[in-house]
Structure formats: structure tokens, C-alpha cells
């Protein structure tokens, strides 16, 4: 359709069926039963109402999708075809690793590759817009939902976002195999007090802008067709009927023109927040905010008619919704093929395909971190292993968004093991109590796998917790098993960083494997023998306990900053009981080959404004196996007008490097990355002194300073 005859059609609708376009709803509405005494029946929604809503949520399934959308198309004055929306987090039917551990990837054309392959599936299926990605940066693994979010860190968050809608929506939605992504949660959701879900923020503005802000702005600006709203509070104003986050940041500054969606039931839930006296008053503030879309609350639906036509609300407003509704359907082609890719036929062919299964297990393997190793990794096949913790034979270990996935097909790490190395002297005792006869044979064993952290029943959506310390009965099973053994090699499973200080002491080798989809454990076997060597890096900090949290890299020094030291110091800003830093910082991570770096080199030690200076380093692959090295740089900007982070991720690059291969590896830098929030809210660069690290890690000391001189 072209521009034109869209905006005829929007003039040719009723108020009725313009605000039909504005309501999403599950698929529970839908059937007769659904209608007549279900849900639609709770919204006060007319008998076959239903399917003249613009938009539903979770249905999927090629042959289903076509019927309800012959329904729909049937039932529209207008003949408009419903956009399917699901949460296609990290995969469809065939999971991929979590979000988080995609983050620690450090890989955005792995993370794209990802999305590309989620979306194809999803497409084949009939859905037409996922629900992803979610880029909420978050400092705090009490929160269960860190575990959709590629992790703490503006920087990396936004390369995933950019990469991942690249992914969905490629050049094109209405191109097969792909659908419209939509960026969540915006904004701030991965801040919760407490790290409670759904609490509220307390969010210096500074920090909002500098760091919250920052992915979802990078997925606008990759052209993200939809943006979620949050279901928490920003500085005391839930953010679906905040107008200054909604149109002034988002629409204005951020130049988003595309659908703006409520959270579920986030509309109504205003009312629970203390912010809307009714309904009415919800859908007056979110429309007038900036909300297209109501998911499933019945404030639109019962109020905006009325609201419109008492003349308190502008229908001008209802119609540049619709209108963005509409626009979004036409680019993805549902006015001419309103069942886009869905077919049965592609179904059988893509969804689960031999592609997808191999990047299934490349994923997990690309994207586990390997935090310690003396030596006992990778491991020899023709060792005797003993492998314990329930862990090692759970099946929930894909994700607990990976909603859709066909749990039939997910392989276990016992399933795994016994796959690939079946000849192998390998025991399994997936359990977690250490009976006589695991010790027995754990003490007879070169080295023990033991499975320890969380399954995906424990994390996700409204899954927090107080205490992110390892299960009581795990510890004991380390400690009994340690006591026979100390080859011990640590897996550590879940969805957060979870507390390990003691397990990562007294293992051999720690291997964060994270939840790593359908065919993970396979990815994770290679690393165990070697077949792969590790390049994942932490793309969030592990704590040694609950007590640091929040944590990030990004610190600050305060008016009393800690010498160089461990030890306890009075009346500087420091812990009785534990270090500042968390036991593993962003960015770490092991391989199986040392890697060497050279000191960090500048191009000049003067950065001119327009102008760029490189920094490079040299380095070399001493081991013994093909590598992928991630040279991260990082910038301290030594004194503001406000204060400044003691670093901040600037630049990152994985690099492959064969056995004795040397390679230089630049970064450009330019006064444009150095913009930050002056005391006026200027986003500006400020002459003066920086520092330039580039290493392998967030604590990398490699550095070299240059500056910016007065003009
Ligand atoms: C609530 C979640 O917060 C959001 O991430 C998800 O996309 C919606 N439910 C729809 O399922």
C-alpha cells in the first residue's frame, strides 16, 4: 500500500475499529469459549470482538496462525489483518544460549546469526514480530530477568542491540524470514531497588542518560520497528504514561517513529502504582504519553471511545497511533499476504533445521567463560571422569523464555557426553547428595565434572532473589566431593552470576556454562575435551556475595578512595568482610592459549576534536590451539565537570589467531565516543587528560595517556 491509500484507509475506519487497532490480546480471547465466558468477557468485549483487535500476543503455529487470521481479516470492517507478535527471546523451537550468555559472546555477528536464525523459524511459524531484544542494562543478579539481557554494560548492550534487530528485522521485514523486533524494556527495568522485579528505580539522571538510555538508543538507531514500555517506575512516573520518557526522550530526541507497545497489562497496573485514579484515566495518560499499543488491559478498549467523544481526549491523538499501527502491518506486507512467511511446509523445513542445531551447539560453546583453569582442562578422553550434581541430567537448562522450544530434543550433559564420547570412561551421578558409592568413585576418578547452579525454574521473570549463594545442598556435595578429589572441575549452570567464592577456591578449573539451549551441552562437551577453546568473556560481574550488589565495572572514585589493597582500611570507601571488586570482574575470561599483549601504543598523545587517534596493541598466540582473543579498550576520562567512571568499555574485538601468530589490533578513537553529560546536561567531550586501557579484561592496566587540549 502506499503512504497514501494507508492514510485513506485511517480516515475510511470508525473510532470503534481505529481503537480496535490499539488493543493486543493472548490467545485465550480468541475461540468461542474464550469470548463468550473467558477473558473477552472480563474486558466487556462484544461477543466476536476479539477478532477485530489489531494485534495478538504468544500464538504460533503456521496452519493455527492462517485460521485465525482468516477469522480476523473475515471480522474487520476493513479487512485488516492482525500482526502476530511473540516472545522470540533466544530462540523458537530451537533454543540458543540465554541472553546473557549471547552477551558474553562478545560476538555481534554471533548474536546476529542468532536472531537471524530465531527469526527464520519464528517467521516459518506465522509470527510477525518478536518480542525481543531486551538490552535492559543490569548491574544486579538478584533480579531473575538479568538473564534476558546480554548484561551490565552500556557499550556491549548496545552492540548486542544493534546486532540482534539486525538479526530479526534485516534490511527489510517484509523479506522472508524475517520479523519486526522490539526493543524492551524501556526504560530502566533492569534497575529494580533491591533487585526486586518490578520494584521501582532510583536513577540519577546521569546515569539514566549515560548508561540506561543508551542500548535502546542504539536499537533505534539500527531501526528498530517497536519499543516495549516498562512496567516499573522513572524518578516516581511508571513509564508507560511517562509523556517525557515516551514522546520527549524516545520520539524527539531519539527519533523513534515506529510502534510504541505497553507491557503486559502495564497500562492498568498505573492504577496499582497509585499514579491513575481508574481506567479511564490509565488510557487517557498513556495514549496522551505516547502508548500505541495496550497489551492486555482493558483500558483502552472500555475508555478511549468515550474518552474521545466527551471531547477529553484528542481523537488526533487516537489516529496517529492507529496510524503507526497500520504503517507497521504495511511494512511487513500482511496488507498483500497477511500470513507473511507462515506455511507448514517451511515449518518442517526450517524449524529445527541441521543449520540451526550446529549454531545451536556453536553458540554454547562460543559463549561459556571459562574462569579458572590450573591445568586439568581441556580434559583426555581416556581419563576416567565421574560426573556429579543433578544438574548433569536436568533437561530445564534452555532458558526460561525459551518458551516455545520443543524440550523433546534438548540434550542434558549426561545425553551429551554419552553422544560424543561413548567409548569414554565416563560415570554419571546426577544427583546431588554424595552418597558412599559417588565418593567411592569420584576418589577413583582423574577428574570429577560437577554440576552446580541454577536450572531455568530459578531465573527469569519475577524469579529474584535475596540470596544468590549456590543451593545448601550443592555446597555439601562440593565439599564432600572435594574432600576425596581435588581434579575438580566446576560447571556452573544458570541464568545470573551466582555466588562462588568458595567453589571457585578449591576447583581446578571453573567453566561458566550459563543456560545454553537446546544443544548446548554439546558445545559445552567441546570445550571439555578440547574440541573448541573457550572465548567467552563475562558480560556481567560475578559477586562474591549479594552484599556488593549492584555491581559493575563502571565505578567511581568517591572522596575516599582505596589504595591499592585488599586489606580492610578505616575511613576509606571499602568493605570489613569482602574485597571492592567482584570475584570475577567484566570481560574475564580464559582460553586454552596464553595470549600475549604488548604495551598500549597511541597514535598521538593530542586528540584534535574532528580528528582521531588509534591505539593498538600487539598480540600474540603462545599456545598451542587456534584462539579468539577479545581485546577490549576501555577510557578514563580523568576529571569533569561532573565525576567519571574509573573506565568505561569503548571498543571490543574478537579476534581469531592461530598457535605462534602475532597480530596488531586498533582501535580508533575520536571525541565523539568521549561525549558525556556535563553539570548542564550537555551532552559534550571536555578538554582534559584521558587514560586508554586495552587488555583482556576490565582490569587490564595497559594504558597510555593522552589529552584534549583547550581550544
Ligand atoms: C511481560 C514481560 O515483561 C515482557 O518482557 C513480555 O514480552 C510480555 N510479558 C509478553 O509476554
Not at 35 to 43: C, H, K, L, R
Not at 44 to 62: C, D, F, I, V, W
Not at 214 to 242: S, W
Request: aromatic letters at 8%; hydrophobic letters at 40%; a negative charge.
Amino acid at each position: 500500500m502506499t503512504d497514501s491509500q494507508l492514510k485513506n484507509l485511517l480516515r475510511d475506519m470508525s473510532l470503534q475499529e481505529k481503537i480496535e487497532q490499539l488493543v493486543q490480546l493472548h490467545g485465550g480471547f480468541f475461540g468461542d469459549v474464550g469470548m463468550i465466558t473467558g477473558p473477552a468477557a472480563e474486558f466487556k468485549m462484544s461477543p466476536n470482538q476479539p477478532y477485530r483487535t489489531g494485534s495478538l500476543l504468544g500464538e504460533t503455529g503456521a496452519s493455527h496462525l492462517k485460521e485465525l487470521q482468516d477469522r480476523i481479516v473475515a471480522s474487520q470492517p476493513h479487512k485488516i489483518p492482525a500482526i502476530f507478535m511473540a516472545d522470540v527471546i533466544h530462540g523458537y523451537k530451537t533454543a540458543f544460549p540465554v541472553p546473557v550468555a549471547i552477551g558474553s559472546g562478545f560476538d555481534p555477528e554471533l548474536a546476529e546469526e542468532i536472531a537471524s536464525a530465531a527469526a527464520e523459524e519464528c517467521a516459518a511459524a506465522g509470527v510477525h514480530a518478536t518480542f525481543s531484544p531486551m538490552v535492559d542494562v543490569s548491574k544486579d543478579c538478584r533480579w531473575g530477568r538479568c538473564m534476558e539481557s546480554p548484561g551490565e554494560d552500556p557499550y556491549l548492550n548496545s552492540v548486542m542491540a544493534a546486532a540482534q534487530v539486525r538479526g530479526f528485522q534485516g534490511d527489510d521485514i517484509s523479506k522472508k524470514g524475517k520479523v519486526a523486533a522490539c526493543v524492551k524494556h524501556f526504560a530502566g527495568y533492569g534497575a529494580p531497588v533491591a533487585g526486586r522485579d518490578y520494584n521501582v528505580t532510583e536513577i540519577s539522571e546521569h546515569t539514566f542518560f549515560e548508561e540506561y538510555l543508551k542500548p535502546y538508543e542504539a536499537a533505534v538507531n539500527a531501526g528498530v520497528k517497536l519499543v516495549m514500555t516498562a512496567f516499573n517506575t522513572v524518578d516516581r512516573k511508571p513509564c508507560t504514561t511517562n509523556k517525557r520518557l515516551l514522546r520527549d526522550i524516545l520520539r524527539d530526541k531519539m527519533g523513534f517513529d515506529g510502534v510504541v507497545i505497553s507491557d503486559y497489562n502495564a497500562i492498568g497496573e498505573t492504577v496499582n502504582h497509585g499514579s491513575s485514579a481508574d481506567s479511564r484515566e490509565a488510557a487517557k495518560k498513556a495514549l496522551i504519553a505516547g502508548c500505541d499499543i495496550d497489551m492486555m488491559s482493558d483500558c483502552y478498549i472500555g475508555n478511549l471511545k468515550s474518552l474521545a467523544e466527551s471531547g477529553e481526549l484528542d481523537e488526533g491523538l487516537i489516529d496517529e497511533a492507529v496510524y503507526r499501527v497500520l504503517k507497521l502491518k504495511n511494512e511487513l506486507g500482511l496488507f498483500e499476504n497477511p500470513y507473511k512467511d507462515g506455511s507448514e511446509e517451511a515449518e518442517r523445513e526450517i524449524v529445527f533445521s541441521k543449520k540451526h542445531r550446529e549454531l545451536s551447539r556453536r553458540a554454547a560453546a562460543e559463549t561459556a567463560v571459562l574462569l579458572k583453569n590450573n591445568g586439568v582442562l581441556p580434559l583426555d578422553e581416556k581419563k576416567k571422569i565421574t560426573v556429579v550434581g543433578a544438574l548433569a541430567d536436568d533437561r530445564a537448562i534452555i532458558g526460561s523464555w525459551a518458551i516455545f522450544a520443543d524440550d523433546s530434543k534438548t540434550l542434558t550433559l549426561k545425553d551429551a557426553l554419552e553422544k560424543e564420547y561413548p567409548g569414554a570412561d565416563i560415570s554419571f551421578f546426577a544427583d546431588d547428595n554424595a552418597s558412599d558409592e559417588i565418593l567411592e568413585k569420584v576418589k577413583n576418578s582423574d577428574a570429577v565434572i560437577i554440576c552446580l547452579g541454577e536450572n531455568q525454574d530459578r531465573t527469569g521473570e519475577s524469579m529474584s532473589v535475596a540470596d544468590i549463594s549456590l543451593p545448601k545442598s550443592q555446597l555439601s556435595l562440593f565439599s564432600a566431593v572435594k574432600s576425596v578429589n581435588k581434579n575438580i572441575i566446576s560447571l556452573i549452570f544458570g541464568g545470573r552470576p551466582l555466588a562462588i567464592p568458595e567453589v571457585a577456591n578449591d576447583s581446578a578449573a571453573v567453566l561458566e556454562v550459563w543456560l545454553p539451549g537446546t544443544l548446548g551441552t554439546l558445545g559445552i562437551s567441546d570445550i571439555l575435551f578440547g574440541k573448541v577453546n573457550p572465548s567467552g568473556r563475562l558480560s556481567m560481574s560475578i559477586p562474591y556475595c549479594s552484599g556488593q550488589l549492584p555491581i559493575s565495572y563502571i565505578q567511581f572514585n568517591t572522596g575516599r578512595p582505596k589504595p591499592e589493597t585488599d586489606c580492610f582500611i578505616r575511613y576509606v570507601s571499602n568493605y570489613m568482610d569482602v574485597p571492592n571488586r567482584p570475584l570475577y570482574s567484566f570481560g574475564q575470561g580464559l582460553g586454552y592459549s596464553e595470549i600475549g599483549y604488548s604495551p598500549v601504543r597511541l597514535s598521538s598523545e593530542i586528540l584534535t576534536p574532528g580528528e582521531k587517534i588509534t591505539a593498538s596493541v600487539d598480540i600474540e598466540n603462545k599456545g598451542k590451539m587456534s584462539a579468539k582473543e577479545t581485546v577490549q579498550m576501555y577510557i578514563r576520562d580523568v576529571k569533569g565537570s561532573v565525576v567519571r567512571p574509573l573506565r568505561e568499555l569503548k571498543g571490543f574485538r574478537k579476534v581469531p589467531i592461530e598457535p605462534g601468530e602475532k597480530k596488531t589490533v586498533s582501535f580508533e578513537i575520536d571525541c565523539d565516543m568521549l561525549r558525556f553529560y556535563d553539570a548542564d546536561m550537555n551532552f559534550t567531550v571536555e578538554p582534559g587528560d584521558f587514560t586508554v586501557y586495552v587488555g583482556k579484561d576490565s582490569l587490564t592496566e595497559n594504558g597510555a595517556g593522552f589529552r584534549i587540549l583547550e581550544n
